[in-house]
């Protein structure tokens, strides 16, 4: 059993910077892959981005890629997504995604979901 949570959202000007947290309980934390996902209002929860258990392999969505940065501390159970360069179409709630063994952006592949926290960028 894993048990994820989120930390670090907050409300951020366009071209603003935030680091998103997910802290981790659980010793198979480290053998999964960790992924983030995000829902805005009225929308489908979307993939982000996602990272292999050992942080060796990344992925992002087209419309995050060269913005956001995925990594992973597995010594702190801890999973970050550095979000640089922010537009108002990046708000929404992000939730952090284990229990995958491939860093996949299938939505049904994660077993384990945080509460989420709320990202607002404002224009």
């Known amino acids: 059993q894993v048990q994820l949570v989120e930390l670090g959202g907050g409300l951020v000007h366009a071209g603003g910077s935030l680091r998103l947290s997910c802290a981790a309980s659980?010793?198979?934390?480290?053998?999964?892959?960790t992924g983030w996902f995000r829902q805005a209002p009225g929308k489908e929860r979307e993939f982000v981005s996602a990272?292999?258990?050992?942080?060796?392999?990344?992925y992002y969505a087209d419309s995050v890629k060269g913005r956001f940065t995925i990594s992973r501390d597995n010594a702190k159970n801890t999973v970050y997504l550095q979000m640089n360069s922010l537009k108002p179409e990046d708000t929404a709630v992000y939730y952090c995604?284990?229990?995958?063994?491939?860093?996949?952006?299938?939505?049904?592949?994660?077993?384990?979901w945080g509460q989420g926290t709320q990202v607002t960028v404002s224009s």
């Open positions: 995604a284990s229990g995958s063994y491939y860093p996949v952006s299938d939505i049904t592949a994660y077993k384990y």
């Open positions: 659980g010793r198979t934390f480290s053998a999964y892959a």
């Open positions: 990272i292999s258990w050992n942080g060796i392999s990344t």
